[in-house]
């Protein structure tokens, strides 16, 4: 069973800075696209940030660029996703989620992931 852990979330004040982190057994992360994305209240959910297994690749949202840093330690987890400058607009339930097998391109599409993690809350306070 392939289980995605989200942590790190909180409530924080415009400006501030969070660092989420997601945890899973190294076997579930070895050679996969990892991903964040997230789900404000009354709305669909958003890509954020993904990177590839080697880190050498990052993907980002145009919302979040230069604001927030995805990362992971290999061959050891988690991913990371550092997020600074936090705007009230970036409230919501953030979950971190696994590339599918043999995943190639439209990284920013949730459906190319295939287990995803439970959420984690982040509110930002203005």
């Known amino acids: 069973q392939v289980q995605l852990v989200e942590s790190g979330g909180g409530l924080v004040q415009t400006g501030g800075s969070l660092r989420l982190s997601c945890a899973a057994s190294e076997r579930i992360f070895s050679g996969y696209l990892m991903g964040w994305f997230r789900q404000a209240p009354g709305k669909e959910r958003e890509f954020v940030a993904a990177?590839?297994?080697?880190?050498?690749?990052?993907y980002s949202a145009d919302s979040v660029k230069g604001r927030f840093t995805i990362s992971r330690n290999n061959p050891k987890n988690p991913v990371y996703l550092q997020m600074n400058s936090l705007e009230p607009e970036d409230t919501a339930v953030y979950f971190c989620?696994?590339?599918?097998?043999?995943?190639?391109?439209?990284?920013?599409?949730?459906?190319?992931?295939?287990?995803w993690g439970q959420g984690t809350q982040v509110t930002v306070s203005s």
């Open positions: 989620a696994r590339g599918r097998p043999a995943q190639c391109g439209r990284e920013y599409d949730s459906g190319q992931y295939d287990y």
């Open positions: 990177i590839r297994w080697s880190g050498r690749s990052t």
